[in-house]
């Protein structure tokens, strides 16, 4: 488990990190959202000692990593797949790693095979396509078989049958009762990937999470109606103050009334329905909602 316990990082008068307190539970995928400059990066560092807080303190099951010899047996970490040396071979780069972590060679090969890398392990890094440096970089997060592993933006340069094998691949770990903390902008991805989520904003906590809790917290909810008198529906609808963009065939998005109001007018005026239901905000649009006083960079600001 890691946890996390006010933790605040400051580069002379910039705060990157504020007060933040959160825990990382074994068992399942927990997603780290948050927009560009919130603080992330930053707090991964810190987690893995590599920068040193301000104040405030982390724990890896209990102790500072700092504290843990042979590292890569306790945590397993992806935060820059280009941070290799390309003149070294994928089996030699694992070996280093092994080697200085008392991790017996055979490892080597068995994370080699498990990220599709075995064909090619005897080619230089320097060669490797990103989505293969990635895969790289989680061998090495798996190299020491670790019960906490963490990635940032893991899934930079995946093909689509990349971005399943890790997606399945995080989930099988969580299943084995590891603690997984992933860093990603990828929302749709972590729609799919995550059971929690960590969001934080100018280096702040904003939530701690189920994500269905989360995506719950956007007032964006819209409802689908399937009628016959598609037409007839969105004037009266429209008339309503709803949003109603032009209909697809027989049936309507509608924005700014709930699912009970449409059926009421719909009862008014006759208009028979085959269709109503209610489509709570996804997790993208209740990101957007809740970070948007957080962001620190707008396009078109002129700073």
Avoid: C
Wanted: glycine residues 10%; aromatic residues 4%.
């Amino acid at each position: 488990m890691i946890e996390v316990n006010e933790l605040t990082k400051r580069y002379g008068g910039t705060t990157a990190v504020n007060d933040l307190t959160f825990a990382v539970r074994p068992g399942r995928v927990t997603g780290f959202l948050g927009p560009n400059g919130a603080g992330k990066s930053t707090t991964l560092r810190m987690i893995l000692g590599l920068h040193e807080p301000t104040s405030g303190t982390v724990t890896i099951d209990g102790r500072p990593f700092r504290d843990r010899a042979r590292g890569l047996r306790h945590i397993g970490a992806l935060l820059d797949a280009h941070d290799v040396h390309g003149g070294r071979s994928a089996r030699a780069q694992l070996s280093a790693l092994a080697r200085s972590n008392r991790i017996p060679q055979r490892r080597v090969e068995e994370v080699l095979r498990e990220v599709g890398l075995a064909d090619v392990a005897g080619r230089r890094i320097g060669g490797f396509s990103l989505g293969m440096k990635q895969r790289l970089g989680i061998a090495s997060a798996l190299l020491g078989d670790p019960p906490v592993l963490l990635f940032d933006e893991p899934l930079n340069g995946l093909d689509p049958e990349g971005v399943k094998w890790v997606r399945d691949l995080f989930r099988r770990l969580a299943a084995e009762g590891r603690t997984v903390f992933v860093s990603s902008h990828l929302m749709s991805e972590m729609e799919h990937t995550a059971d929690q989520l960590i969001v934080i904003g100018r280096g702040e906590l904003i939530a701690a999470e189920s994500l269905t809790e989360f995506s719950a917290r956007g007032t964006r909810q819209s409802a689908v109606v399937g009628t016959t008198a598609a037409v007839a529906l969105r004037d009266l609808l429209t008339a309503e103050g709803a949003v109603v963009p032009a209909q697809q065939g027989e049936l309507l998005t509608v924005t700014g009334l709930t699912a009970v109001r449409i059926g009421e007018i719909a009862l008014e005026h006759r208009i028979p329905l085959h269709h109503l239901s209610t489509r709570s905000a996804s997790l993208e649009e209740a990101f957007m909602e809740l970070t948007a006083e957080s962001v620190q960079y707008l396009a078109g600001d002129p700073r």
